[in-house]
């Protein structure tokens, strides 16, 4: 194989050793990262397809939106650092970065905000959509209906080839999220719905419909605000990971966006990926004290052991997870503000994390402590029952979905996605009559 350069365009020679024949492939450059060796033709040119079961050397798609170096634990937003957003921006400048491009100024941001908050309410017939669940069903559970049960209430925007209706879709989608995530959570504690208000901010609505309930006044705590702006900033966007990937697919076929985004939430809910924050939480009680973390390490490192250091590890960051750094600081700050750095789980948490960080095991194989060590332990701190992480994490992921949806719709060369396989099962065989078979 040989990286070489033509005049215009950079190829990659790939040469079959049994029969020497070779395939020029065109080679890419994206703005920041590694190149991309085109393979669409090597199917047609070479009668193979490539093979790559869990995409760890394959780029699905171009994207405008994000940005990750792994190795130096970079995260950008269109441009913009993770740090700087988290520690300058709000969740609603970031939606609208990553929805159109650029940050916003004034007048947009004035516009996007008063769309948003405009659309926070979901049709009242929902609310009744809910008693079909029982109340200890998982929030993840109800958020895969409930959010699904969208596109059979807003027929108005699903035609994805108007832009305008496209738009629409993805304000109704940002807005009434939240709502339906908070009217899960009142519905597992067996609590009133509780309306959104217009005059709170994005995180201040999502609280108040959180934790307000009809019998006395709520008032929002600022500081809690601002931590769940953070969480929601921190994780509103990841390039193509699992449930990013799972809405661009179902998209790819042209079904409507609504549907896409509970495709995504299904995706998100599973232990290695969204679910971890929840599983962070679990396994800290399973350890319940710091004289247990050396047995829960060893069983970490034994492969005939299903356990695994959850909130541990990422596919992409082989350094540190940068959003864990960010969450790191705000977890203390938030933690001494509440009053609550005294907590036994944050301090096993902590123990955890130091233990790890030294033990030859994870240092080699690069394992550090990612967004979901931390958000856990902020969640929990906020109020918020261990069940209902996973659903706070897609209430900020949908900005990122929508906008990855919407970028790929855009997109004028737009296929439907098809991955093809490496067929192992049994070659062309005669069927046998039930009688005759042995
Ligand atoms: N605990 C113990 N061993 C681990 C862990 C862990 N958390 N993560 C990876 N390893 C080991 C793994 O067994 C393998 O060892 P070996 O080379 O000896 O076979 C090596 O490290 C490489 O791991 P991998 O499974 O090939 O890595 P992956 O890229 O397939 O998986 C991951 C990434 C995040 C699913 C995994 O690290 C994991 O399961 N972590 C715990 C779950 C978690 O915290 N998920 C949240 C990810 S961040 C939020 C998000 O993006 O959703």
Sequence with gaps: ???????????????????????????????????????????????????????????????????????????????????????????????????????????????????????????????????????DAHPMAIMCGVVAALSAFYHDSLDIWDEK???ISAHRLIAKIPTLAAMTMKYTMGQPFVYPRNDLNFSENFLHMCFSVPAEEYKVNPIYARAMDKIFILHADHEQNAST??????????????????????????????????????????IGHKDNIPEFLERAKDKDDPFRLMGFGHRVYKNYDPRAEVLKVSADEVL???????????????????IALEDPYFVDRKLFPNVDFYSGIILKA????????????????????????????????????????????????????IDKRK
């Excluded at 809405?247 to 995706?267: D, H, K, M, W």
């Excluded at 001494?336 to 130091?354: C, F, K």
């Design 336 to 354: 001494s503000d509440l009053g609550v750095d005294n907590d036994p789980q944050l301090q096993l948490a902590m123990e955890l994390e130091r």
């Design 165 to 167: 209706q496209r738009e």
């Design 1 to 135: 194989m040989s990286d070489t350069s033509d005049k215009d365009q950079k190829t990659f020679t790939l040469t079959n050793d049994q029969t020497g024949e070779s395939c020029k492939l065109p080679v890419h450059d994206g703005t920041c990262g590694p190149s991309v060796i085109d393979v669409r033709k090597l199917y047609a040119e070479t009668g193979h397809f490539t093979f790559d079961p869990s995409f760890t050397s394959t780029g699905s798609c171009k994207s405008r939106l994000t940005f990750i170096d792994g190795e130096e634990g970079i995260l950008m937003h269109r441009g913009y650092s993770i740090e700087d957003l988290a520690n300058k921006s709000s969740f609603l400048e970031l939606a609208f970065l990553l929805l159109y491009g650029d940050l916003p100024k004034p007048d947009e941001m004035s516009e996007f905000k008063e769309n948003i908050t405009y659309h926070t309410m979901v049709h009242e017939q929902l609310n009744f959509f809910f008693r079909g669940f029982r109340h």
């Design 382 to 433: 906020l109020g918020f029952p261990t069940s209902m992480f996973t659903v706070l994490f897609a209430v900020a992921r949908t900005v990122g979905w929508i906008s990855q949806w919407k970028e790929m719709i855009e997109e004028p060369s737009l296929r439907i996605g098809r991955p093809r396989q490496l067929y192992t099962g049994p070659a062309a065989r005669p069927y046998v009559d």
């Design 245 to 286: 990937s799972t809405v661009r697919l179902a998209g790819s076929s042209q079904a409507n966006p609504f549907a896409c985004i509970a495709a995504g939430i299904a995706s998100l809910w599973g232990p290695s990926h969204g679910g971890a924050n929840q599983a962070v939480l679990e396994m800290l009680d399973q």
